[in-house]
């Protein structure tokens, strides 16, 4: 990593982040907030350390959960995504049913897995699934019904089959929107995550900051929320590195 690129990725979102912080907590100074409304961040870190045991023991809930919903969304979503742009046909058949199964709210849906499931973490995983699924298919299934008809046409005059085309041109075509979704699905996965833990759920950030909202212990809900936020990052963060190294080519315009 140059210079250049180390200002740029590591210290300026940094001191953007300090700098908001700051002035967060001024303002709070300033205008005599009330916990109730907006805790300042010396509060909420101070919230964080005090009730570091129960937050850490429900963020791991919350993360497995998350990362348990997306595994499945990943590869579910990658096999009906190939699926769906295989052909046409298949493409306007199944495309207006994912439109409207991703239409229902999710939050209207956990209700239901709980009457299925019970209360625990089998409805979060399902609800990160469903949350995180759309995504992945619809951006896979653009990447491969949208291959240039002249590579495919190259293709088959080279003797490639269907199958051939689809796994040296496709497929392989289709990996920045595959990479490009699941950075968009990890996230939403933790809203399906906590979405249901705030429904019902026993364990869970979800359940923790509805708890503590009951409660009026505001510094307790923004501290889960700073948790998210930092999961969240990691796991964008991680994404992107996984796509940066199977699709570094598609960046090559970036990195002049």
Not at 7 to 29: N, Y
Not at 39 to 51: C, E, N, R
Not at 179 to 208: H, P, R, W
Request: charged share 10%; with cysteine.
């Amino acid at each position: 990593m140059t210079r250049e690129d180390f200002l740029i990725r590591v210290v300026s979102p940094g001191a953007f982040t300090v700098g908001l912080f700051l002035i967060w907590e001024l303002a709070c100074e300033l205008f005599s907030i009330p916990l109730t409304i907006l805790p300042s961040p010396s509060v909420i870190f101070g919230a964080l350390w005090q009730y570091r045991e129960p937050i850490t023991e429900n963020s791991w809930v919350t993360l497995w959960t998350t990362l348990a919903g997306f595994a499945l969304a990943t590869v579910g979503g990658l096999l009906l995504g190939i699926a769906v742009g295989w052909h046409r046909a298949i493409y306007a058949g199944i495309y207006p049913l994912l439109v409207g199964f991703n239409s229902i709210p999710k939050v209207a849906v956990v209700p239901v897995l709980i009457l299925w499931f019970g209360l625990g973490e089998v409805p979060a995983i399902i609800t990160a699934f469903l949350i995180s699924f759309f995504p992945i298919v619809v951006n896979v299934a653009t990447g491969l019904a949208t291959t240039e008809p002249e590579l495919e046409d190259v293709m088959r005059a080279l003797g490639a089959s269907k199958l051939d085309i689809m796994k040296k041109v496709g497929i392989p075509r289709s990996l920045p929107y595959f990479f490009g979704s699941l950075k968009i699905a990890i996230t939403l996965a933790f809203v399906g995550a906590v979405v249901s833990e705030t429904v019902g759920a026993n364990k869970g950030l979800g359940k923790l900051m509805l708890d503590a909202q009951a409660n009026f212990q505001v510094p307790i809900v923004f501290a889960g929320l700073l948790v998210l936020a930092f999961l969240g990052i990691v796991l964008y963060a991680f994404t992107a590195i996984i796509e940066k190294r199977f699709t570094g080519w598609a960046f090559r315009g970036q990195n002049r």
